[in-house]
């Protein structure tokens, strides 16, 4: 099971990589509910270039619901939380049939990703955490998508130096590390699927779920 997040040209390359080997292999993003239009367009753009159909896994709560547990805009005051909810949870619900996931993480400038392994253990999924591109740099990457005119999502190009859910991701200014523009306001650099120690939250997302009888979509 390939995870993609739409954003990093990482992502794309493995993805790339990977349909030529398995041209059926499934292809999953997190779909908070929250990501920029230009991604979820260009989401479609790469299903069809590739002939495949990603599967968008959603969180227990909508938006609508979320709000009236949980306050309006959880973002703007607990940022971990509504990670919790809107996306480790659900990774971790979509994967529990699963043996590994597959990852386009690769070192970066970036100190949470300086050390990222071909292999771990995700102790959360309980499941290995595969990233076959662990070794490779940021040149590397753009070296293989240029040779392989790999499509990038069009918000690259309007300064957004790394894409997540529309609330909590601003372009960078020059000089700026490509993380700055995420979470801005907040220490927090990651939403915790890679990293779940670093995610300081009191709202239990599985507690989160949502009663049935109080559901009401948007
Ligand atoms: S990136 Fe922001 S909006 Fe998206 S799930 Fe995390 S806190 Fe919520």
């Known amino acids: 099971m390939l995870a993609a997040s739409f954003g990093g040209l990482g992502g ?21 509910g929250l990501l920029f239009a230009e991604t979820y367009a260009f989401i479609r753009r790469v299903e069809e270039r590739y002939g495949i159909a990603v599967t968008g896994v959603q969180p227990e709560l909508s938006l609508v619901d979320q709000a009236r547990r949980h306050g309006e805009a959880l973002w703007e005051r607990d ?36 050390a990222v392994r071909s292999v771990a253990w995700d102790a959360g999924s309980n499941l290995l955490k595969v990233s076959p591109l662990a070794s490779w ?13 790999i499509p990038h999502n069009p918000l690259t190009d309007a300064g957004y130096a790394s894409i997540g859910c529309v609330p909590c991701t601003r372009r960078v200014q020059p000089g700026e590390d490509a993380r700055a523009g995420r979470w801005a306001g907040f220490a927090k650099t990651e939403c915790g699927l890679h990293y779940p120690e670093l995610l300081k939250t009191n709202v239990d997302p599985v507690e989160s779920k949502v009663d049935p009888s109080e559901s009401k979509e948007i």
Not at 14 to 25: V, Y
Not at 88 to 102: G, M, S
């Open 12 to 32: 794309l390359v493995l993805l790339d990589m990977a349909l030529r080997i398995e041209p059926k292999l499934p292809v999953y993003y997190l779909d908070t």
């Open 79 to 114: 940022p971990d939380a509504c990670c919790a909810m809107r996306k480790v949870a659900p990774q971790r619900a979509f994967l529990a049939n699963y043996d590994a996931w597959i990852t386009g993480l690769h070192q970066t400038t970036i100190a949470t990703r300086q």
């Open 137 to 149: 740099s940021d040149l590397d990457i753009a070296a293989y998508a240029d040779a392989n005119d």
